[in-house]
């Protein structure tokens, strides 16, 4: 049978979502152990995004198949009690047998948090990028509109290979939240390290030191050298995968 | 010239706030050790609060006596610059002589946030307790207005040596927020574990062990056997002092 599960996770200790060659701790290597421990056999796992490198999600969605006898329920808490804290199951439902989370998925939506201050949080620190200089939130969401629709995004990053860089996207837009500033965006998919070249690229926006103009010409020109920086890994949120 | 300063932690990796006689970390040990590097000289620092392990803190009061002569702007900076991470300086002004965070703290305000789901988290694991049965909010806010007055605490905590067990409590109520349960509670000073017993009777009521009778009868009882377990203490925060 295969399963489809919801998989919320801290990724501060993981060397990204995909299992590595080496044994570095990854997410799907966790998640492929506690099923082989609870099935006695090699259990592989799918995942609809493959996360970098110390980034979360809160709604990362993996497949699996396991021959279960317990139901829905038992299996959410037998894979809870094998996962290790920073991973934890939300939801767990039986799939069709050729269900792919990544090649069937229509949507993906990612948030990245940014705590606008020149005063470091202790609490918050492996969640958030903190950004000293104050940021001008309305161009950053005038420069953010432009991404809406379908573009090249070759700027903002690098397509797997053998394929273009054109992708969808539904909506782009910052909030702020007290102290936090939150961008989220929706696409049909994102080029590798796209929403951290995005943000890294918007904050230079919000700081004056690139107009919005400047942004939509380097948007247009395609070319990965007019990108401005990536923000860090620790700020960024796998939110949700619609199919 | 003495200073007081407001500092934010993050409790998880210290065995909290006040220095023990062995090596092992805590709060108050790093923050003397950030300004004896700063100074050149061994500086001792005060807290209003002693924060058990794993106690978080957003407004913890500290004072200390330095030579310092680039202002309070930079020695902010230069605190945090000789902190670890996971604690953060927020604020840094001069205070008079014989300032003293704990004898001249006039309140303190805690919060405790209970994550109340059957389903842990990954995200907030160190920042929340997870209570998996529902909790009933209205008999324990009913139970949480008794506390407010002057009362003898026995029942939920210890004194220090020599002193009697009577706080009086300004306020104490439970509020709900997406999946959590946070409450707040301010009194003039707290016994030791207080909150934490306090929310694990609470926590009692709110699953339906005990009524809300039963809760105003032990604390009225003051004895500390007729309190319920004691909550985790990655859920507290030292909210604020009031002076």
Known sequence: ??????????????????????????????????LTRLSGLPIGVLGAGRTDTGVHALGQVIAFDLVWRHGEQALLRAMNANLPPDIAIQQVEVAAADFHPRYD??????????????????LHRQRVWQVRYPLQLEPM??????????????????????????????????????????????????LYRMVRSLVGTLVEVGQGKRSVAQFQAALHAASRQLAGTTAPAHGLYLLSVTY
């Open 1 to 34: 049978m295969r399963y489809r599960a919801w998989v919320e996770y801290d990724g501060s200790a993981y060397f990204g979502f995909q299992r590595q060659r080496n044994d570095q701790p990854t997410i799907q290597g966790e998640l492929e152990a506690a």
């Open 105 to 122: 998925a229509k949507r993906r939506a990612y948030a990245y948090i940014i705590f606008n201050s020149p005063i470091r949080t202790a």
């Open 141 to 190: 969401n005038e420069a953010a509109a432009y991404l809406v629709g379908e573009h090249d995004f070759a700027t903002f990053g690098q397509p797997p290979v053998g394929e273009n860089s054109v992708r969808h996207v539904y909506q782009a837009q910052w909030r702020p939240q007290g102290k936090e500033l939150i961008f989220t965006i929706e696409a049909n998919a994102f």
